[in-house]
């Protein structure tokens, strides 16, 4: 049931520097799609994603969206262009949650097709086009696995050997509460690229990847005060750095919002230390299944969705030499497209407007000082 209604589409999700995402609902003869630029394409499913390539940074770009229901016209402005080329390219996924049976509140929300295949099948489409994208990396930022049973973590060994690079896996709770340690010990080293220790230092051309453990065994909590000394030492270099962990930081002593992520004053000291450490450093994390962008103490702080619920997201980072750059792609499938736009109806319809955030909250740049 949805009491809120869903917002109108066709309408943009996403951009990078020289293009541009839109997606549309319900729209049975499907849609066409124009630029003044002489870009034009037609597309014969009902739900679906696509992307305007060659715009030119910066500028705003009038895409015309022609469908059963009339026309619109989107405005897309593209992000602003880092200096260069990409000097690496790495995508990120959280909250694949890998044998998740149902969504919503009550887990009631399925799909009617692909029933509990729906997150997998998100999953494998976002990392075919991260790949495809030209991701160099695949970070997995935990929640990979629902119920952390053998049939998921085997579908995960076959999703990460379909990648010809590097995978890395983060803890999520999901991995970490009740009995489910004991078998992400056993599945981790095998599945993941590198170290399982808490805090992974991987460094790429112009960046650093700090991959950080926020999880606590047996529980849904998060904390970084066991691994705060380490993780400052991790980001204490000359070269910008990316923390990429599970839970969330709230530096209120309580949580503000379902679910509970790492909250207080070790947020607080984390994030002082780590301004005082290094001006360049920016967090990203899942958990929340939703978008959004802050900074606190200098350090800008991003949350990503997942790309199994709605709106059902990868996120793709391009590093170059004064900056990084963020942007979070909706799963281009149609079926993921259909799937996304059912879950969209969990919390009355509210989920539609609270999980995508805004733009801003996908899709910018980080410019280093
Ligand atoms: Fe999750
Ligand atoms: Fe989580």
């Known amino acids: 049931m949805r009491l809120v209604p869903a917002p109108a589409t066709p309408a943009l999700f996403g951009v990078d520097a020289t293009s541009a995402q839109l997606y549309w609902n319900a729209q049975p003869g499907g849609v066409t799609v124009e630029t003044l630029a002489g870009h034009s394409a037609t597309y014969d499913d009902a739900f679906g994603v696509a992307v305007v390539e060659g715009l030119a940074p910066g500028k705003d770009h009038a895409i015309v969206v022609r469908s059963g229901s009339g026309e619109r016209v989107l405005n897309a402005h593209t992000l602003p262009a880092l200096e260069g080329p990409p000097l690496y390219r790495f995508a990120t996924m959280n909250d694949l949650h890998i044998g998740a049976q149902g969504f919503g509140a009550t887990k009631r929300i399925r799909d009617p097709q692909m029933g509990s295949e729906a997150w997998l099948h998100c999953a494998q489409r976002g ?61 981790f080293p095998q599945l993941a690229e590198g170290s399982t220790a808490p805090v992974q230092v991987v460094d790429v051309p112009s960046l650093r990847l700090v991959l950080a453990d926020t999880t ?145 909250d996908r899709c910018f740049n980080v410019q280093w000082r």
Request: net charge neutral.
């Open 127 to 187: 990392l075919e086009t991260a790949l495809a994208w030209g991701a160099q990396a695949i970070v997995l930022k935990g929640d990979i696995v629902h119920r952390a049973e053998e049939p998921e973590w085997e579908a995960l060994e076959e999703l990460v050997a379909s990648a010809d690079v590097p995978v890395y896996l983060l803890r999520g709770n999901h991995e970490a509460y009740a009995e489910r340690p004991k078998a992400t010990e056993r599945w």
């Open 216 to 360: 606590v065994a047996g529980t849904h909590t998060g904390s970084v005060a066991a691994i705060a000394d380490e993780l400052l030492g991790a980001v204490d270099t000359p070269t910008p750095v990316m923390v990429l962990h599970h839970h969330h930081l709230g530096e209120l002593p309580f949580p503000t919002h379902y679910p509970k992520g790492i909250h207080g004053r070790d947020v607080t000291r984390l994030l002082r230390e780590v301004r005082k450490a290094n001006p360049n450093v920016m967090f990203a994390s899942g958990h929340t299944h939703r978008h959004r962008r802050r900074t606190r103490h200098g350090v800008t702080l991003a949350e990503l969705g997942s790309p199994g619920d709605h709106p059902g997201t990868w996120c793709g980072y391009s590093v170059h030499s004064n900056g990084i750059s963020q942007s979070a792609w909706r799963i281009d499938d149609p079926a993921a497209a259909q799937w996304s736009h059912r879950a969209s109806r969990a919390l009355l319809g509210a989920w539609a407007y609270w999980a995508p955030g805004r733009l801003e």
